[in-house]
């Protein structure tokens, strides 16, 4: 065999075995976890072009508001501050790089959200991609997970 099938041979064999391991569980968690984090820490940070504030949540946040480092535990009367204190201040777009794909502890909590996307009308909710692992195939699966109802109607989108 001459070393140019050789070469085309194993460039197809690795193909092949790279197309597979990019499917499997493990492959998606060294992408997220390892990879997007290394590439935003050898870009470093960047400021928002002009025009555009970003509110981060961040362990400094979470400290100086006394809130637990786990968003999903924050109450959601505090988000409602913040789209309020947004829209006040004229933001023309919100968007929410926060999962609401579950209810709130309590029913308040939920509908206090709710009434101030509706009373900002420009609020863009997210859609969380949940990644499965399917035992059976070794593939991941991804389900789409919307907001709960309540907050999906008040959003302007998600």
Known sequence: MSPKWRVLGL???VAILGAMSAVTPWSWLMEEEIG??????MRGPRQPPPGIAVVAIDLEAAQSLGQPL????????LHAR????????????IAMDISFATPAR???????LAAALRGAGNVVLL???????????GYVVERRLPPVPELAAAAAAH
């Open 36 to 41: 997007l984090s290394l590439l935003f820490r």
């Open 82 to 93: 913040l789209v309020e204190g947004l829209a006040n201040a004229g933001a023309r777009v």
């Open 127 to 137: 859609d969380f991609l949940e990644r499965l692992p399917s035992a059976e195939s």
């Open 70 to 77: 786990r968003i999903a535990e924050w109450p959601r009367t």
């Open 11 to 13: 460039g197809f064999i």
């Open 106 to 112: 309590s029913a308040y909590e939920d509908s206090a």
